[in-house]
């Protein structure tokens, strides 16, 4: 079974920067969406970014300016550049692609903004 593979995560101060990554553990074909969501404690998951096929974008309005999703579709990876963190950015992040038959999740990775 493919799963999707989350890195990039951790500790960082206010201000800070990290980015994320998200590959597939094996093959999947026709890919329409790829994105990054986020679950903060106690809260329901949302929407952080998402990008097409043809490299169009959108963004929660929290994260614009500040955020920037990318993919690479030649090894089904996706990416997510955070900069200037806040600690409202304190979550678990999933990936997830999305397919014409079905939809993949990643198993999250916690990034935590503190000082």
């Known amino acids: 079974q493919v799963q999707l593979v989350e890195s990039g995560g951790g500790l960082v101060q206010p201000g800070g920067s990290l980015r994320l990554s998200c590959g597939a553990s094996?093959?999947?074909?026709?890919?329409?969406?790829m994105g990054w969501y986020r679950q903060a404690p106690g809260k329901q998951r949302n929407l952080v970014a998402r990008?097409?096929?043809?490299?169009?974008?959108n963004y929660a309005d929290s994260v614009k300016g500040r955020f920037t999703i990318s993919r690479d579709n030649n090894k089904n990876t996706v990416y997510l550049q955070m900069n200037k963190l806040q600690s409202e950015d304190t979550a678990v992040y999933y990936c997830?692609?999305?397919?014409?038959?079905?939809?993949?999740w990643g198993q999250g990775t916690q990034v935590t903004v503190s000082s």
């Open positions: 990008i097409t096929r043809g490299g169009s974008t």
């Open positions: 094996g093959s999947i074909f026709g890919i329409n969406f």
């Open positions: 997830n692609f999305v397919t014409v038959l079905t939809d993949y």
